[in-house]
């Protein structure tokens, strides 16, 4: 069957090394974002978090990083290992309450190097 | 506990055809929402609900109806199913629209339209 991931972007990297995802989000007034990964034939599956009142979390081998000023979202993923192969999504949300909504990037592929 | 399961994983409809794709989850999950997923296109948002009787709609909601009569279920009906309907669709809850928290998401149901 047809991969989500075709067409989309591509980050190769070495097994061992470090990733750097990167995604720039649409609306000024977010003020939650998520990572998710998504492998073959699943659906995504949540990463980590974090909320606009803050530039920085960290996770187990996740790091996101936020910048406001430029809307500008990352992931790094350490000792990046061959599991770690897969579509990886940032979502923004906006809105409150009711008006509250969840939208996706288009996705990056990352895809490890043995 | 089985999260956000959804049926069927595989369907084939011919053009014009009606058909429901099932979404339960068992995590009392207030937020449920519908996203397709087309290749290069990351997830779009159906529509969604913020409880039991309300539903709104994303931002592709032409040629589906969703209804949510109970917490745990909410399904999505195609009236007559296009080609351009192929794709595969993603169910997702999460635990409030008044907190933002993570969404969880269902396997996916890969629809093919003739």
């Known amino acids: 069957g047809e991969s989500v991931g075709l067409h989309l972007p591509t980050l190769s990297v070495q097994e061992g090394d470090n990733s750097i995802i990167n995604c720039a989000y649409s609306?000024?007034?977010?003020?939650?974002f998520i990572w998710y990964k998504q492998e073959s034939g699943k659906g995504p599956q949540f990463i980590i978090d974090i909320r606009s009142n803050m530039d920085k979390r960290q996770g187990q081998r996740v790091t996101v990083l936020l910048n406001k000023t430029v809307k500008h979202l990352s992931l790094q993923i350490a000792a990046t290992q061959p599991g770690d192969s897969a579509v990886y999504f940032c979502a923004e949300n906006f809105g409150t309450g009711a008006n509250s909504k969840l939208t996706f990037g288009k996705g990056i592929t990352l895809s490890v190097r043995p | 506990n089985a999260g956000v399961t959804q049926t069927p994983k595989f369907q084939v409809l011919k053009t014009g055809q009606s058909m429901t794709l099932q979404c339960a989850q068992d995590?009392?999950?207030?937020?449920m929402s519908w996203y397709r997923q087309d290749p290069g296109m990351g997830l779009r948002l159906i529509h969604y609900?913020?409880?039991?009787?309300?539903?709104d709609q994303g931002e592709v909601p032409n040629g589906y109806n969703v209804s949510r009569s109970t917490t745990e279920d909410f399904p999505l009906r195609l009236l007559s199913a296009a080609p351009s309907q192929t794709s595969v669709y993603f169910c997702?809850?999460?635990?409030?629209?008044?907190?933002?928290?993570?969404?969880?998401f269902g396997q996916g149901t890969r629809l093919t339209v003739v």
């Open positions: 997702a809850s999460s635990y409030s629209w008044t907190v933002n928290t993570e969404a969880f």
């Open positions: 609900s913020v409880g039991a009787g309300i539903t």
């Open positions: 995590m009392n999950h207030e937020y």
């Open positions: 609306n000024s007034a977010s003020d939650y």
